[in-house]
């Protein structure tokens, strides 16, 4: 199994700055792509960002110029810099993981989430 633990969240102003961490950890791995979520009250969960083993990315168009995701293979990390924050951004941030794991005696495909982090943005 894969364990995420994420750290970063806060309470920040409107047009501050956070960063936001991840880290995997288990038994022997290889992740694909490792990426961040979001969900506000009431509303579904939604990617923010993602990036591939070979450092391709994707952004929700809402975060675009303003948000920025980086990888660190070799610690298997990912981080979410976020500039410009406004109070939309207010949500918890989860991490996630999806890649191939050591099960023992075969690999398997994994699928692992973060236990979320809070973002507050006041106005």
């Known amino acids: 199994q894969v364990q995420l633990v994420e750290s970063g969240g806060g309470l920040e102003q409107a047009g501050g700055s956070l960063r936001l961490s991840c880290a995997a950890s288990?038994?022997?791995?290889?992740?694909?792509?490792m990426g961040w979520h979001r969900q506000a009250p009431g509303k579904q969960r939604e990617l923010v960002a993602d990036?591939?083993?070979?450092?391709?990315?994707n952004y929700a168009d809402s975060v675009k110029g303003r948000f920025t995701i980086s990888r660190d293979n070799a610690r298997n990390t990912v981080y979410l810099q976020m500039n410009r924050l406004k109070p939309e951004d207010t949500a918890v941030y989860y991490c996630?993981?999806?890649?191939?794991?050591?099960?023992?005696?075969?690999?398997?495909?994994?699928?692992?989430w973060g236990q979320g982090t809070q973002v507050t943005v006041s106005s």
């Open positions: 996630n993981a999806v890649g191939i794991a050591d099960r023992g005696t075969y690999w398997s495909n994994f699928d692992s």
């Open positions: 288990g038994r022997s791995f290889s992740i694909n792509r």
């Open positions: 990036i591939s083993s070979g450092g391709s990315t």
